[in-house]
């Protein structure tokens, strides 16, 4: 999954010139989900479904992540997933 990420990181400064304060945000957004599914004992993160991005926003809630940011975690892990 690493290298997907960082496939991804170079897709959004090559391809979509986004600035390097995005990427950087994408990045510890990607990565903290990427440690959530680690946990899980999930390696592909193609087998993401519904239920698990569920308990991920659980798991954001418990930590005690404002609403308003969960926004901010969400739309790149979106768009990493392509969802």
Not at 5 to 24: A, D
Not at 49 to 76: A, E, G, Q
Request: glycine share 4%.
């Amino acid at each position: 999954m690493k290298d997907n990420i960082e496939k991804f990181l170079k897709y959004l400064k090559y391809e979509k010139n986004y600035s390097e304060h995005t990427i950087i945000g994408y990045e510890n957004h990607i990565n903290l989900f990427y440690k959530f599914i680690k946990s899980k004992g999930i390696d592909n993160y193609k087998t993401v479904d519904y239920s698990i991005i569920r308990n991920y926003i659980n798991y954001l809630y418990k930590m005690k992540y404002s609403s308003k940011v969960y926004v901010t975690i969400l739309v790149p892990l979106g768009r990493f997933l392509n969802i």
